[in-house]
């Protein structure tokens, strides 16, 4: 049997998937190679007479392929099979294409075989579109029978959902973040919430922008779901019978949504069309405006430079801060162009009285916080006022000074995160608005103890560096908050912790560098140290790592990756310009955007 899959490119036919041999040892299904993103690959229907080994491994290749209701891999199924085989109902993905091993079910000349199909984990995408990393050993059974009256092969019974090698599943799929609004505020705050990111996986070449509205509107995954609310009224879907989503030649895109959006207001209207516009946005910049209509009625129109106001986006860090050799806190221009030159912050930070370690400035930059030099004490500070700094909030009793006080971090709503390392009482500690009697964080699931933390821009998710014998790793986890009537302060907990860097065993810095995005600095088991970005699904983002530096000690990202990466290492702080290779900045440790 030839390929049966071929790749179509304008009016050109290419040979688009591995071939499974006419004759000789039966092998796995090889991974289709990675192929130019233009080039779309369809599959073949079964040859006459064809055998069971090219049904399955023919059946195997129209997965991959760019048919959008898998109509073709539906014809090496029998009738009954095709009408319960759902292959949206997951993505299994294997380190390799699947291996194919017979286990014949009676005689030669029986009617009914079954083959084993087999692999190794390494990721799943369940029915909701959202990425996990996954490992072991794949076995799924395949059974084939033989009609008697056509003396066809066919498959009858098979796994639900799709398999495919990884290469397959990296070109066929791609991520992108469809967005929701933060539910989880902390309280008396009265800012427009943000928009928090929810990355899912798509076909790359199945009518992608459709395929996100359609996400989007079923709303957000099963983990993120908790701590995010949608602006579309239960039940929105697009109008039965609606095509394919097409912006017109003025960038515009307008979606047809069935009866239950009629009746939205203004301003709820505009909330859907800013998530819409974010999440089409993050496919592709060819969609600046959105139209919503319901029936025949319009409900609203919301073009990209009006839905910043709906986003309650965090600013663009106005300064890069670091500490000096003069024990300052200090800050520069954040831009790839900046000087380095660098001026003392405002207030007694900025005076050098008091040895540090690490900072953490707010996101509107009128405060800082900072752990002592010997990592036993946290202070808040003024960066707009001379204020003295006055005693410390916090106090760890760790004898050790590797063992105490991590550096903070802030989040969106003006509320500051630290970890004391004390093996003798490891905690997370939250100090609403920078100040107060800290209040403990409940993380039931931890399993380790925390050396360093990071809140994400939206305030909703946080990233944790976890030890574990000598083991490091990263995690990512949910904050959410509950007020109970009775209580005074609410109850703050940190739930569905996952690894985002599963591959990593010794995490030395990490940091926030976009909505769903990490950059990561750790070693691989027996590795050298190397530095990569991650996604907080656990699956590795599209495009180049950074380019590589040893000797990182901290390094720094903001939201915004028109900014430059900034680290300490073993040079002092330097910069990666975008494009560029690392340069160094200044002498200094501890460098932070805002966050």
Known sequence: MRAAAYAVCGAVLLAGCASMPDSGDLRGVDSTPRQDTQVRVFAMPPQEDAQPPDIVSGFLEALTSDDPNYSTARQYLTKTASQTWKPGLSSTVLANGPGIAPNRLGGREGDDLSFTLTGTRVAKVDEQQAYSPDDGPYAAPVHLTRDKKTKQWRIDRLPQGVVMGKSDFQRNYMSVNKYYFASNAAAGTTAQPAAVADPVYVRRRVDPMTQMVRSLLNGPTTWLDPVVRTSFPTGT???????????????????????????????????????????????????????????????????????????????????????????????????????????????????????????????????????????????????????????????SHAKSAQDRLAAPSWDVHGDLWVADRDPGNPRLLLLEQGKGEPLPVKIPELDGRIQDVRVAADGVRIALVVAKGKKKSLFIGRIERRQEATEDRPTVSVLGLHSATPELEDITAMSWAGDSRLVVVGREQGGLQTMRYAQVDGSTPEGPAPAALSGIKEITAAESDRLPLVADSEDGIVRLPSGGQWQKVTDGVAPVYPG
């Open 237 to 395: 879907a697009l109008k039965d019978g609606a095509t394919a989503l097409t912006p017109d030649d003025q960038n515009k895109l307008t979606v047809q949504l069935n009866e239950r959006a009629r009746r939205v207001g203004h301003g709820q209207c505009n909330e859907m069309a800013a998530q819409l516009l974010f999440t089409l946005q993050n496919l592709t910049p060819a969609v600046d405006q959105v139209e919503l209509q319901s029936g025949n009625a319009r409900l609203c129109s919301l073009r990209e430079t009006d839905a910043a106001t709906a986003r309650g986006a965090v600013q663009q860090p106005g300064y890069l801060y670091f500490i000096d050799n003069k024990n300052r806190l200090v800050r520069m221009g954040s831009g790839d162009n900046s000087s380095p030159r660098a001026e003392p912050v405002a207030g007694a930070l900025g005076e050098g009285a008091k040895q540090l370690r690490s900072v953490a400035v707010s996101h509107d930059e009128n405060k800082a916080a900072a752990v002592s030099g010997d990592g036993k004490e946290l202070y808040v500070a003024s960066l707009v006022s001379g204020d003295s700094l006055g005693t410390p909030l916090l106090t």
